[in-house]
């Protein structure tokens, strides 16, 4: 096995051990049903989606040949969001909110490639961003409508606004980690076709990989994790850009080791902001996707300094 899986395993597993240590209680005093009950899905939920998105992020990267492309930009966060709020307004039963987000989520999306495509024809990558933005922009407000009408119904919608793990559950992690590991068989089956496209459309498509049919399949296959997570915890943006374009500003790798690498560094950092988020101003609890924005908003225009983000895969 790679040295280097073995070392991010460590760290892996050493951030989620310290995350169940760390805290006002005490946990070596007797309070173990705080770590079983509270922290430990807490935090397993926070790596499981570290990984979940980063994962999303580089794959629409290299089928979209847009580095700005994630969860978040392309609109699937707020979408799938609104989706989740649509169900708890309505009282669904927990099955239908990941079933609303995702069938939400999926719809923002299309509707933005479709968007930007009428814009630009060539679908330039600034285009593609400012189209996700600006509709990103519109469905808030459309979450804030849907909180204004019963607000007493719709309270726990707020969080997902700014994107939290607190009040993970065990059902929400089994049901992520399924799609997951799902999405994972498929993506890695279609990993060489990927190589193929990151030399560009015409010439995968003279190799003999049916782009068209190929960005259609992963494009849902992979969003279907991000969004049934994403109707949990609220929006989560950025970490789908920075993890693996950081991991390539080091140094360019393929698609599978990419996609390995992208999924144990935004773990480890998903799972280090949240429990920074969790404790650092301890009593009071911070979103996760606040604290993750203030983190990455630095690394993105560093990136941008760089011209980094502008090249193409």
């Known amino acids: ?3 280097q899986y073995v070392a991010l395993a460590s760290i892996l597993i050493g951030v989620i ?7 006002t209680i005490n946990v070596f005093e007797g309070h173990f049903n705080i770590v079983y009950s509270i922290r430990l899905p807490r935090i397993l939920f926070a790596v499981l989606g570290g990984a979940v998105l980063s994962i999303c992020g580089a794959v629409f990267q290299i089928l979209l040949n847009n580095r700005m492309a994630d969860s978040f930009t392309l609109g699937m966060a707020n979408g799938a969001v609104i989706g989740a709020a649509i169900a708890i307004y309505i009282s ?4 239908f909110i990941p079933l609303f987000g995702v069938v939400a989520g999926l719809i923002s999306l299309f509707l933005v490639l479709f968007i930007a495509k009428q814009i630009d024809s060539m679908l330039r990558p600034e285009t593609l ?12 407000g459309v979450l804030y409508i849907i909180i204004m009408l019963d607000p007493t119904k719709t309270k726990s919608i707020v969080q997902f606004m700014f994107g939290s793990f607190s009040g993970s559950r065990y059902e929400f992690i089994s049901l992520v980690f399924v799609c997951f590991i799902v999405s994972l068989v498929v993506l890695f089956k279609s990993s060489r076709d990927l190589d193929l496209l990151t030399l560009g459309e015409l010439r995968a ?3 003999g990989v049916d782009v068209s049919k190929l960005r259609l399949k992963l494009l849902i296959v992979m969003a279907i994790p991000s969004l049934v997570l994403l109707s949990f915890t609220g929006i989560i943006g950025f ?3 920075i993890v693996p374009q950081m991991i390539q500003y080091i140094r360019p790798r393929k698609a599978k080791e990419l996609f390995i690498l992208s999924g144990f560094y935004g773990a480890i ?5 949240d429990t920074i988020a969790r404790t650092i101003l301890s009593p009071i609890q911070l979103p996760t996707g606040v604290l993750l924005s203030i983190f990455s908003v630095p690394l993105i225009l560093f990136l941008m300094y760089k011209r980094f983000l502008q090249k193409t895969i």
């Open 239 to 241: 970490i789908g850009i």
């Open 269 to 273: 950092l998903l799972g280090v902001v």
């Open 92 to 95: 669904a039963s927990f099955y």
């Open 205 to 207: 498509f003279s190799l």
């Open 129 to 140: 961003v400012i189209t996700g933005v600006l509709f990103s922009t519109l469905l808030s």
């Open 1 to 3: 096995m790679n040295k």
């Open 17 to 23: 051990l310290a995350s169940l240590v760390i805290g």
